[in-house]
């Protein structure tokens, strides 16, 4: 079978909503295709309904409605234990008393594998792990990271088809967390296996993820690529939740967007733009050919290493925008400053065009 190939859906939800007991509605009419071989993320605010369609599809919640299939059967009344998946929590729960290699044998023993197999099983799995010299180590004498990746490697030594991390990296330093993100897309990618995983940061979806579902209050907003979510958010949220933007609203007429005294060129129609502030050109004078250019003055700026991000207003009444600047081009503009801002048309996003 094709890894790439985008109709095998190895989890597939189907009008899955989900109403807690006492009334929280946590999913809402869901219908969300994972193929085949990806790593998939469900990223979202605290609260969104992330951690219940994950439990969802591991079968430790029932949906309300719909219906969940994973490998292409449908698992719905399916018992946890019974469907081809493995969820890792944060909480590791390794077995404290067994060996690194104990507790990755731990799942074949129960599947009654033989004990060659078993012992075949441990040892691809502490290699794709990279712990092969720690087999007879317990949990304890670890680090966190290499207790992740046995966590990770029992998990994979079941065979799962499906793989599922409700935020695994959570409990990390900053430091740890970043080599882990590198460490579980190599996992993920040399197992083939794919991993549904469940995280509310952006920057980490983004790293590791081949696409991303991003949710808000239960629902999907939009599901695509890292860079089909930050170039062309369908929505105000997606475009305001993943990295810094700026939005204008007002009425779209001849792809003209007019708001008070204010007006810009769009890429077309919509009832708001969001502009990056990474696409706003900014000197003390541009030079022409911008489809918009204005008048601005700074009121303010931060530092942010390689970058400079500055606060501006556009003459006139015009709007608060944020632009960012690369360090060397930002060099010699000050807070107070009497500046032109600029971009072209199709460098911004429309949003909010009746489809
Ligand atoms: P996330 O993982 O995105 O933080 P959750 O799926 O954990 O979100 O929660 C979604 C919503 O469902 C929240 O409002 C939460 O309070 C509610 N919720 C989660 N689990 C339960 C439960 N067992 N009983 C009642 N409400 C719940």
């Known amino acids: 079978m094709n890894p790439d190939d985008p109709s095998v859906l190895d989890a597939q939800l189907t009008d899955v909503s989900k109403t807690y007991p006492h009334g929280e509605t946590a999913v809402t009419s869901m219908n969300l295709g994972i193929r085949r071989g990806e790593f998939f993320s469900l990223l979202g605010p605290s609260g969104c309904g992330k951690s219940t369609t994950l439990r969802i599809l591991a079968g430790l919640e029932q949906p309300t409605t719909g219906t969940v299939a994973i490998a292409g059967k449908d698992v719905t009344d399916v018992p946890p234990n019974r469907r081809p998946t493995n969820l890792i929590f944060q909480k590791l729960a390794l077995f404290p008393h067994l060996t690194v290699a104990e507790n990755i044998a731990f799942g074949p023993k129960i599947r009654?594998?033989?004990?060659?197999?078993?012992?075949?099983?441990?040892?691809?799995?502490?290699?794709?792990?990279?712990?092969s010299g720690y087999a007879d180590r317990k949990p304890a004498q670890l680090?966190?990271?290499?207790?992740?990746?046995?966590?990770?490697?029992?998990?994979?030594?079941?065979?799962?088809?499906?793989?599922?991390?409700?935020?695994?990296?959570?409990?990390?330093?900053?430091?740890?967390?970043?080599?882990?993100?590198?460490?579980?897309?190599?996992?993920?990618?040399?197992?083939?296996?794919?991993?549904?995983?469940?995280?509310?940061?952006?920057?980490?979806?983004?790293?590791?993820?081949?696409?991303?579902?991003?949710?808000?209050?239960?629902?999907?907003?939009?599901?695509?690529?890292?860079?089909?979510?930050?170039?062309?958010?369908?929505?105000?949220?997606?475009?305001?939740?993943?990295?810094?933007?700026?939005?204008?609203?007002?009425?779209?007429?001849?792809?003209?967007?007019?708001?008070?005294?204010?007006?810009?060129?769009?890429?077309?129609?919509?009832?708001?733009?969001s502009v990056r502030p990474e696409a706003i050109a900014m000197r003390p004078k541009l030079a022409a050919g911008l489809d918009n250019r204005f008048a601005a003055r700074v009121t303010d700026l931060t530092f942010q290493g390689p970058s400079v991000r500055f606060q501006v207003a556009v003459a006139d009444a015009g709007p608060e925008l944020v632009v960012q600047l690369p360090a060397a081009e930002a060099a010699g503009i000050a807070a107070g400053d009497e500046v032109e801002i600029g971009w072209q048309a199709e460098a911004a996003v429309m949003l909010g065009a009746k489809s």
């Open 112 to 131: 009654r594998m033989s004990r060659t197999e078993i012992r075949a099983v441990v040892s691809d799995m502490l290699d794709l792990v990279e712990l």
């Open 143 to 273: 680090s966190g990271g290499q207790q992740q990746r046995v966590a990770i490697a029992r998990a994979l030594a079941n065979k799962p088809a499906v793989l599922l991390l409700d935020e695994p990296l959570g409990a990390l330093d900053l430091r740890l967390r970043v080599q882990m993100q590198r460490a579980l897309k190599k996992i993920q990618q040399d197992s083939g296996t794919t991993f549904v995983f469940v995280t509310h940061d952006q920057t980490e979806a983004f790293t590791i993820s081949d696409r991303i579902a991003l949710m808000n209050q239960g629902r999907l907003e939009q599901v695509g690529r890292p860079d089909e979510l930050y170039n062309r958010p369908a929505t105000e949220f997606v475009a305001t939740f993943l990295g810094d933007t700026n939005i204008i609203r007002g009425s779209v007429d001849e792809r003209v967007l007019r708001s008070g005294a204010f007006s810009c060129r769009t890429p077309g129609p919509g009832t708001a733009l």
